[in-house]
């Protein structure tokens, strides 16, 4: 056994010296368990939270260390919890969403317990998925959330206790209805993008309330998240 270990010290302290790059070492936190989604505490980055199937959300508050297990409602049925949101400036509050849900799940207590404060009128299954809910950057009491199909933009103005229909991003039939990201320009109050299914991203230029449609790429894929330049106004 030393002979290995020596052996593998002489091969790393080799690679190094050659300059070679060596690859990270990555350990499982959550053996075992699927995660589909993942939101870090903007004011604390040892406290995050990942979804799990069946309505559960894994919390840790010492940097992944370890986890304990939340249920968001009932556990039962086959769920998955893809969309999680912290808020930014009272990071108690945190909404989740995804498969098979019927719309937002909102804690007001960091994930303890949670209440639904957006569902379908009709009853419908409503989900959310990935990067589909977000605070507007200058505005945090006013937040924003992408219904994944069909493509209805909410907004609410009071944290997300409440939730009203603004408008329709997408068509009524066709790949680009589905939607799965959303953004607010941070140096302007009117610009918000939503992007989804088939490459297309949905510019408003009037807080959401109308949009116009523009390709990204030519090849079919997914618009699965947004982030704006620090660096360059409007990039």
């Not at 990270?24 to 995660?35: G, L």
């Not at 219904?147 to 009524?172: E, F, I, K």
Request: include cysteine.
């Amino acid at each position: 056994m030393k002979s290995v270990v020596a052996s593998v010290i002489v091969a790393l302290t080799a690679m190094l010296a050659a300059g070679a790059a060596v690859a990270q070492t990555w350990m499982p936190v959550i053996p075992y368990r699927a995660v589909y989604s993942m939101a870090v505490n903007p004011l604390n980055a040892k406290s995050i939270y990942a979804g799990n199937i069946a309505r559960t959300v894994f919390r840790t508050t010492d940097g992944g260390v370890t986890w304990e297990e939340l249920a968001v409602g009932s556990t039962s049925g086959s769920s998955k919890i893809s969309c999680l949101y912290i808020h930014p400036v009272d990071t108690n509050l945190v909404f989740a969403g995804g498969n098979e849900f019927n719309g937002i799940d909102r804690s007001t207590d960091g994930g303890v317990t949670w209440a639904s404060v957006l569902t379908d009128p009709q009853g419908f299954r409503a989900e959310f998925h990935g990067e589909s809910i977000i605070a507007h950057p200058t505005a945090a009491d006013t937040m924003y959330a992408i219904r994944n199909s069909p493509g209805t933009l909410y907004r609410s103005t009071d944290r997300g206790a409440t939730w009203d229909s603004l408008s329709s991003p997408g068509p009524a039939s066709g790949g680009d209805r589905y939607f799965r990201s959303i953004t607010v320009a941070p140096d302007s109050a009117n610009i918000v993008l939503v992007g989804g299914y088939t490459t297309f991203v949905h510019r408003s230029t009037d807080g959401g309330r109308t949009f116009t449609k523009d390709p990204v790429a030519t090849r079919t894929g997914t618009v699965g998240a947004f982030r704006w330049s620090t660096l360059t106004a409007g990039t």
